[in-house]
């Protein structure tokens, strides 16, 4: 799996709020989007994931924020994979406009079983640091 | 079951867009927690009609907007149950702000089960206009 | 400004609730990426638009069903002009999935300024059935 | 100004996604609503706030999940106020089902005028710790 995977995502005039600003909460949708696709370009399906029993849950979550993104701005999120543990999946994420630094996170994800109980990440997921 | 349920929404910042009202989409989520709220009145609870594999989904639905929202007001939703069909269940709504009507709406739900197949109403949910 | 404008959206996970299917609700957020898309393929920008004080408002808007979208299915959007009169703009819109019609959706739009206040459609928009 | 302010949510349908429980961007918009509240209790209402060119923006956000909450499910949001400096206001979260921790999260806010660039807290807000 590459270590590093960039997409562009265009703002939706419904991510915006009365500020007229990107609300803050929708980083994290972006990261879930980041995620998702860094899987898929390494030949791997979330969804097929689920179907297997194999979900992913979000542990532990942060962003910080520099600029405000606005309406139709093309924003680069660029997605690092740090490590995979069997207990653990760690994400760092910036997010671009053009030079600028918008925002940047990171997350710790979790593996559960359709009960909701914890499990081992997949073998084939490890990955050290 | 009433056939008229009253609950009072107050306007969440990130519901807001960048024109400063409230985004045309959120008005159908004000529906559906009119929908719930009016069937908890009559002592149902949605997620155990889920349970049992009645689940309801949305066959049509529409709203007209005559006023346009802010952040934190305070919106009074009338929901009006209008019939249930063994196929169909039919709603009206109203979206007022004091005095003034805000928007107005009218969905038809149809009963669907697990694997997402049509079947008939629950009896007991029959209701004739 | 072409007439019928096609773009393909993927359905993110947060848009899924808890059927396993796209919220009915996310289908207007759809709606309204399809409109702009169009607006930007005949060379206008929606944020210009509302820089120089002309702001379209949805004033009536509905959509009816077919089948359920599923999370990372990739959705063709149709989003059809079909006239644009000096008081509202009504489009039509249809949302595929490879040949199956998932749902279909109609609006029609108002022109405000910054105040709210209803204002004539520009002349330059104007578009005969 | 309180230190602590508690609120209910009841959890929306289109709140939850796929996994059956709430998606995890949804707790940033219950934590808005908790400084909200909070603000309100006080005497304040956020939009005259803003009103008066006083914005407030998220820094930096953060949130850790112990328990997935589900559709309809009534959370009870604590909300604490932890300082105001004329630079920054620190608040942080704990979401509760009965006695069960769903969630804690914390938040750095700046503050802002119209036009994005940062200006000092109001004296009246600045709180020690």
Redesign the interface.
């Known amino acids: 799996m590459e270590r590093e995977h960039r997409i562009d995502i265009r703002v939706?005039?419904?991510e915006?709020?009365?500020?007229?600003?990107v609300?803050?909460?929708?980083y994290?949708?972006y990261f879930?989007?980041g995620r998702?696709e860094m899987l898929r370009a390494a030949g791997y399906?979330?969804?097929v994931l689920?179907d297997e029993g194999i979900?992913l849950?979000?542990?532990?979550?942060?962003?910080?924020?520099f600029l405000?993104a606005?309406?139709?701005d093309i924003l680069t999120l660029v997605t690092k994979l740090k490590r995979i543990t069997h207990a653990r999946c760690e994400h760092e994420y910036e997010v671009l406009r053009g030079e600028e630094l918008v925002a940047k996170g990171a997350s710790t994800l979790a593996c559960v079983d359709r009960s909701?109980q914890v499990r081992r990440m997949p073998e084939w997921m490890v990955l050290d640091d």
């Open positions: 939706r005039y419904q915006t709020d009365g500020q007229g600003r609300h803050h909460a929708n994290f949708t879930e989007m998702v399906d979330y969804g689920e979900l849950v979000v542990h532990k979550i942060e962003c910080q924020y405000g606005k309406y139709d909701g």
